[in-house]
């Protein structure tokens, strides 16, 4: 069965999609990344799709959908290197992908995991680690 992989960056899970997501796909990471997330104690993903050319409604909805799975995990999700063409699908499609943040690369993208979790220990009055 074919696997989007997935890599521990310290505290961060990374996924880069360089295949055309199918929902079967979609539905395989979202039960993989979300045992990772657990056995690795990750408190940030990362999901790279600068190699998606296409994100339909489906794929859009499981990309929210395995952000609010991994903030009940007590992980932030950024996604990544989201195409102009995408950004335009998913508006006109009405998916605002609630609880995803967007970055343009990334660097930028594990720059906002890191200001994120700093800012969630700080108000938690935890110091981050």
Same mark, same amino acid.
């Given at each position: 069965m074919e696997r989007i992989p997935i890599l521990k960056m310290g505290?961060?899970?990374?996924?880069?999609?360089?295949v055309d997501m199918h929902d079967r796909l979609a539905?395989? $990471?979202? +039960?993989?990344?979300?045992?990772? !997330? %657990?056995?690795?104690?990750?408190?940030?993903? $990362?999901? +790279?799709i600068?190699?998606?050319? !296409? %994100?339909?409604s489906f794929i859009g909805r499981m990309i929210g959908n395995i952000a609010s799975m991994?903030? %009940?995990?007590?992980?932030?999700t950024v996604v990544v290197g989201m195409r102009p063409a995408v950004a335009i699908t998913l508006v006109e499609l009405g998916l605002s992908l609630p609880g995803v943040r967007t970055a343009l690369n990334v660097d930028r993208g594990v720059e906002l995991l890191k200001g994120c979790i700093e800012e969630r220990a700080q108000g938690n009055g935890h110091v981050a680690g």
């Open positions: 505290r961060f899970l990374l996924v880069t999609v360089q539905m395989t $990471l979202q +039960d993989d990344l979300t045992g990772r !997330i %657990v056995k690795d104690r990750a408190h940030g993903v $990362l999901i +790279d600068s190699s998606l050319e !296409i %994100v339909d991994a903030r %009940v995990l007590d992980a932030e």
